[in-house]
């Protein structure tokens, strides 16, 4: 029998790609409403709500960027439109220099919840993640390295309900990486875990990001992941009424961007990081003492705004 064709599509986690996304003058507005109670020839929910304006942005390859803002702020929405599942009502996204036009097979997208079949292995999901093309001996072994760099190995064969939360997340990483992307885009991937599963998962991210350094777009609302494994993090709001920091009136924007400085891993007490916590919880409208802006005074900052 003949050796198996040589793979289509580049196995193995090492072999990477990375692009660059730029977001052009980004707006996003949604239908309001419509009004179930207004007068027979009244307008119904005529004005569109504006969730995002002018997000002008150039990711760069390999580059880490943490999107941060409130609950409500248009993360989401500007990481769906990264992966063409929503579309810009202004403005215009690149990828690797080529416009975007629709889900893009550049781009894999990892949510909060792992969203695994629950009849398939572990193994099985993973390769729901591969390139159509791959040859079966080529996605094998993809997926084996995968399981590898996940530390799951020895949960390839279990389904994921015989498997814990931290697992299935590990998995569900492992399956956007199966496609190899050139951009990663991450939705508050590890924000259902608890704190020390979360922490493990931000260092195995910074290890898959090590082994194959593709652009990552994270949302979070977590400062410390944000300034734990982002090169830039932007912050997501409104710039023209502190009061109003989902920017429900005119849509949110970049309000702040700060390169982090060091390598990873960082010294999570380190002065400079908290200099810098310090300036992105005021600007999510926390101030020094934990408390939110018109918020009872017992609000403290892990619970509030997220
Ligand atoms: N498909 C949609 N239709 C109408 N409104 C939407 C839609 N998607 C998001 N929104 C609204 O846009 C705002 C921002 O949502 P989202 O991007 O999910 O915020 P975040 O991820 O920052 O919490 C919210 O007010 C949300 O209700
Ligand atoms: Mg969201």
Redesign the pocket.
């Known amino acids: 029998m003949a050796p198996a064709a040589p793979p289509v599509h580049r196995a193995g986690p090492a072999d990477n790609t990375s692009f660059a996304v730029e977001f052009a003058d980004i707006g996003r507005s949604?239908?309001a409403k419509p009004q179930h109670n207004s007068q027979p020839g009244s307008q119904r929910g005529a004005a569109a709500r504006p969730?995002l304006r002018d997000v002008s942005l150039t990711v760069q390859p390999g580059e880490v960027l943490a999107i941060l803002?409130t609950?409500?702020?248009?993360?989401?929405?500007?990481l769906r439109i990264a992966g063409g599942l929503d579309e810009p009502s202004t403005g215009s996204i690149r990828i690797d220099g080529s416009p975007l036009n629709g889900i893009d097979a550049r781009c894999a997208v990892g949510f909060q919840e792992p969203r695994l079949l629950p009849w398939r292995t572990i193994a099985a999901n993973v390769a729901l993640g591969l390139p159509h093309r791959i040859g079966r001996a080529a996605g094998n072994a993809r997926v084996a390295a995968l399981l590898e760099l996940v530390g799951l190995t020895s949960f390839a064969d279990h389904r994921p309900r015989a498997v814990s939360g931290g697992m299935a997340q590990r998995a569900s990483l492992a399956r956007a990486l199966a496609r190899n992307p050139g951009v990663l885009l991450l939705d508050e991937p590890f924000g259902a875990l608890d704190a020390l599963t979360r922490l493990k998962m931000q260092d195995l991210l910074l290890d898959v990001h090590a082994a194959a350094p593709t652009t990552i777009l994270l949302?979070t609302h977590d400062v410390d992941e944000a300034l734990q494994l982002a090169d830039r993090i932007i912050l997501l709001g409104a710039d023209d009424d502190a009061d109003d920091m989902a920017g429900g009136r005119t849509g949110a924007t970049i309000v702040q961007e700060l390169t982090v400085p060091g390598g990873r891993p960082r010294d999570r007490g380190s002065a400079e990081l908290a200099e810098l916590r310090g300036r992105l919880l005021a600007g999510l409208g926390i101030d020094r003492h934990g408390q939110a802006r018109g918020v009872a005074a017992t609000t403290t900052i892990p619970h509030f705004p997220y």
Do not use: D, M, P
């Open positions: 949604f239908a969730v803002g609950s409500g702020c248009g993360k989401s929405t500007l949302v």
